[in-house]
């Protein structure tokens, strides 16, 4: 079995099975078995299934959020908003599954007909972070379901209890096995039997770019489709003519969600030198006021990070930006509760060398650039291999266009530091991966197009 460690003080949670290479087979096996049934049910019939599991899950969603706080860290009133924002997927996708029109095309031959079908790609593959336990697996098997593809999906070993939570309540609400499958055990062991199964035709993965390139290459063996939802590297810029206030409290709500671990965490802020020191004073104020502590209490808290790997990396990227001159104007160091608490920490007059500024943090660390132009601005901005999401706060019309058509990124949200909902495609360009998640445009990913010729009509 998998030991489930809470990162909050070290305590055993739970455990979930080490699957052998020749269970995973099986359930692969299952997979694959049960798609031609599923892909063949009414598109309404799908649609009820999900619907019935939306209703299960919703029914007890505070005891999935208190799963999450024990596995992950994140505290209650952001585990719930992770449990609001999941189920908005299966909701959207169990009214999306009876919408996947096809096309006629004006023929080009007498006495024909051109058709487009859309049909299920097939079984279909999928592995998810720990960042998001609930919304990740959510988001990916709503959507392969409601396309009329089965899904077989590999959590991350370290919050497999939520995901198998999510599993049991699919099974109560009548999603058959096969349709939905859920396997633990080695990744790299897993990732090669998903990747090099001819049967397989699709792969959806998130998480690092390191192991999204690497599921890529080996389903080029087998010529997979992929969705990749890959690292990030955010800008976050705030021009003088911004609504000051909002900045600041986008700044704070954007970079302190799940502490910093998210893909879209702002990981470069940039802001004009005008404002500059009354912005850093103000996210200082505000920042300082945010208490850290374990997620069980209700009000918002900065957590733990979710291990020794991840907390090492921030306090590393740290000291080697407080090694190239930055200020340390808040935090910088271990919280006074020790173990995996880290002090949300904002670093002010900081160059382009440090080291974060081309890697991800993940952590509840501000690093606050200082920019006079916005051309200086724009490359610097994408002056990075990432581009996930950028965020900028301006007034101003023209300059809030511009930003959008010349920032590297498949997000930019302007004036606000909030993103995902499941109504729009997330996803990124660059090295932050490919193909998109959430709305019409997600679920295109998990189907074939079929052109059909009826000729001959008139004879
Ligand atoms: P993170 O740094 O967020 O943990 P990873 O890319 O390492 O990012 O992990 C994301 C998911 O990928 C997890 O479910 C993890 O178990 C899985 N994973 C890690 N290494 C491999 C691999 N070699 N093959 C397949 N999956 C992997």
Redesign the pocket.
């Known amino acids: 079995m998998i030991t489930v460690y809470n990162p909050a003080d070290g305590s055993i949670v739970g455990e979930a099975p080490e699957m052998s290479k020749a269970e995973v087979a099986q359930a692969i096996d299952r997979t694959c078995i049960a798609f031609p049934a599923w892909s063949r049910r009414l598109a309404k019939e799908r649609s009820e299934l999900l619907r019935a599991w939306f209703d299960l899950v919703k029914a007890d969603r505070r005891a999935f959020a208190e799963v999450m706080v024990q596995e992950n860290g994140k505290c209650i009133s952001e585990a719930l908003g992770e449990v609001d924002y999941g189920l908005g997927f299966i909701e959207w996708y169990a009214e999306e599954a009876k919408r996947v029109y096809g096309d006629t095309i004006p023929t080009h031959a007498a006495d024909s007909a051109v058709l487009v079908v859309k049909e299920p790609a097939g079984p279909t593959a999928a592995?998810?972070?720990?960042?998001f336990p609930f919304m990740m697996i959510c988001r990916k098997i709503a959507t392969a379901l409601a396309a009329g593809c089965t899904m077989i999906i590999?959590?991350?070993?370290?919050t497999p209890l939520t995901a198998y939570k999510l599993l049991d309540y699919a099974r109560r609400a009548g999603i058959p096995e096969g349709v939905f499958e859920m396997v633990t055990g080695n990744?790299?062991e897993?990732?090669?039997l998903?990747t090099s199964d001819l049967r397989i035709r699709k792969i959806s993965?998130?998480?690092?770019t390191?192991?999204?390139k690497?599921?890529a290459s080996a389903s080029g063996a087998t010529l997979k489709k992929m969705t990749l939802e890959l690292g990030g590297n955010a800008p976050f810029v705030v021009f003088a003519d911004a609504d000051f206030d909002e900045a600041v409290a986008g700044a704070v709500l954007a970079k302190l969600r799940n502490s910093g671990q998210v893909c879209i965490s702002p990981n470069r802020f940039y802001v004009h030198d005008a404002i500059y020191d009354r912005f850093v004073a103000a996210l200082a104020e505000r920042v300082s006021k945010i208490e850290v502590g374990n997620g069980m209490r209700e009000e918002f808290v900065v957590g733990p990070l979710v291990n020794q790997t991840g907390f090492d990396k921030v306090a590393a990227l740290v000291d080697d930006a407080r090694k190239h001159d930055a200020r340390v104007v808040l935090g910088g160091k271990q919280h006074s509760l020790g173990g995996l608490f880290y002090e949300p920490t904002i670093l002010a007059d900081i160059g382009d060398d440090v080291k974060m500024a081309q890697s991800e943090i993940?952590g509840p660390v501000f690093p606050i650039y200082r920019f006079t132009t916005e051309d200086e601005l724009i490359e610097r901005a994408n002056n990075t291999e990432y581009g996930l999401v950028a965020y900028a706060y301006t007034r101003d019309l023209g300059r809030a266009f511009r930003l959008s058509h010349k920032l590297e990124a498949g997000m930019v949200i302007i004036n606000s530091g909030s993103v995902g909902t499941a109504s729009v495609p997330f996803g990124g360009v660059k090295q932050s991966g490919y193909g998109r998640e959430g709305s019409y445009y997600g679920i295109e990913e998990y189907v074939e197009v079929k052109y059909v010729l009826m000729a001959g009509l008139n004879r």
């Open positions: 592995i998810t972070p720990w960042n590999k959590p991350s070993e370290e990744p790299k897993i990732g090669e998903f993965f998130t998480g690092s390191a192991v999204g690497l599921l993940f």
